[in-house]
């Protein structure tokens, strides 16, 4: 049995914080809470914010999202019925990590890119 507070290993194989990296460390999981900073978004609203995510993939990791506690799903009792989804405080606490990576993509992106060209070259010679 985990103590979570003294027992989280995520090097350890068997840690169940294993599952919580997977989750976050997903490209859309971390497109999704940064879209949502500060906002409520809709369903559409969040197909836009990420373009290229799938209705399928948007559904799996919203839910999963929801289920982690770090996205809140509100449903509002109106026709045509509303639902919204935020940032919960323990999502909005991932903003300070998330925000670097995505700073770090964007200033580095061409660079891994001509790496990549590069490395393709040397293996096509």
């Known amino acids: 049995m985990y ?5 989280v290993d995520p090097f350890d194989r068997t840690c169940p914080s294993r599952g919580l990296l ?4 997903d490209k859309w999981s971390i497109l999704i809470i940064v879209s949502l ?6 369903y559409s609203d969040l197909d836009h914010a990420v373009d290229g995510i799938s209705p399928k993939m948007l ?3 919203l839910h999963s999202l929801v289920g982690d506690g770090l ?14 989804y935020s940032l919960t405080d323990l ?3 991932l903003l300070p990590v998330f925000y ?4 770090w ?9 001509e790496y990549r060209e590069q490395q393709l070259e040397a293996e096509g010679a």
Do not use: C, F
Not at 22 to 25: D, P, Q
Not at 37 to 42: A, V
């Open 91 to 93: 999502g909005a606490s």
């Open 3 to 7: 103590h979570w507070a003294r027992d």
């Open 22 to 25: 997977a989750s976050l460390a």
């Open 100 to 103: 670097p990576l995505v700073g």
């Open 59 to 61: 559904t799996q990791r």
């Open 105 to 113: 993509l964007i200033e580095h992106t061409a660079e891994v890119e």
């Open 37 to 42: 900073d500060g906002q409520e978004l809709r």
């Open 71 to 84: 996205v809140r799903r509100v449903a509002h009792d109106e026709i045509p019925p509303r639902v919204v």
